[in-house]
């Protein structure tokens, strides 16, 4: 079979989505993120400490951090553990799917997922707070400033083993990814988050809601640029290594 056939992929991904909705750490992570985003929108509305334009970001930030993090990456930490115990990778590239394939239709179907996480959260937010085209925005802009943390999922579902390590590093990606939300409650906090992967993104949050960011949008931009080129060349070096390794176990059959 054609290891570029385009209908592989539309496969790999239905089934991907399909995983997901069986797998309970999935659901319960899109459970999660609905519960904080209805938790914050009760801060943001009895709240008195935010300023004009400032809890619609807070929101927003919530939302950018929560949902590649929490749902995308499960899809691929944890489905693709599983995969491997099960031995699907090895059945798929006997039946001429590599793993890069593998790995796009993961980065699409995490896509998904946190499109629809978004979507979740934005109704436990409810309305009054974040105006529906305003939202509309940032689900457009939140596919592009995700990928840093989405394609970090993947390498990091390419380079996991066991449920040890997919557990380990979770956790390192929800730390990095959720930190910047935390620069709405410290300036001190406020001054280093920014220069992480999904910082930029936050900052240009802020621009658009009327408030200080750290740094011009162009630097912001930029930054942007290079978090999301440095996971892209992890991502490629990920799976290199998985299709050696996969080839090997393929030839040991």
């Known amino acids: 079979m054609s290891r570029s056939n385009p209908s592989h992929t539309a496969a790999l991904v239905r089934r991907d989505l399909l995983d997901a909705l069986r797998n309970p750490t999935a659901v319960a992570m899109l459970l ?5 985003a209805a938790i914050f929108a009760l801060t943001a509305r009895g709240g008195t400490r935010f300023a004009p334009g400032e809890a619609p970001a807070f929101l927003m930030a919530a ?3 929560c949902a590649p993090s929490f749902v995308g990456c499960a899809m691929s930490l944890y489905i693709m553990s599983e995969e491997r115990e099960r031995g699907m990778h090895i059945t798929l590239a006997e039946a001429g799917v590599s793993m890069g394939r593998v ?3 993961k980065l699409i179907a995490s896509t998904i997922s946190m499109a629809v996480t978004e979507a979740v959260m934005y109704l436990a937010i409810g309305p009054g707070i974040i105006a529906p085209g305003a939202m509309a925005a940032f689900a457009a802009w939140s596919v592009v400033a995700s990928m840093p943390v989405l394609i970090g999922g993947i390498t990091c579902g390419l380079l996991s083993r066991d449920q040890t390590s997919t557990s380990w ?7 990095v990814a959720v930190s910047p939300v935390l620069s709405f409650t410290s300036d001190n906090i406020h001054a280093v988050t920014w220069l992480l992967p999904m910082g930029p993104a936050v900052e240009l949050i802020r621009l658009a809601n009327g408030m200080e960011p750290m740094a011009p949008a162009g630097v912001l931009v930029a930054l942007m640029v290079l978090w999301t080129a440095a996971s892209v060349m992890l ?5 290199r290594r998985a299709s050696d390794e996969l080839e090997k176990s393929v030839m040991r059959r």
Request: glycine share 0%; aromatic share 4%.
């Open 63 to 65: 939302m950018l951090a």
């Open 235 to 239: 991502a490629r070096y990920a799976c």
């Open 103 to 105: 790995a796009v239709a």
């Open 169 to 175: 590093m979770s956790v390192i990606i929800m730390v």
């Open 32 to 36: 999660a993120c609905a519960a904080i």
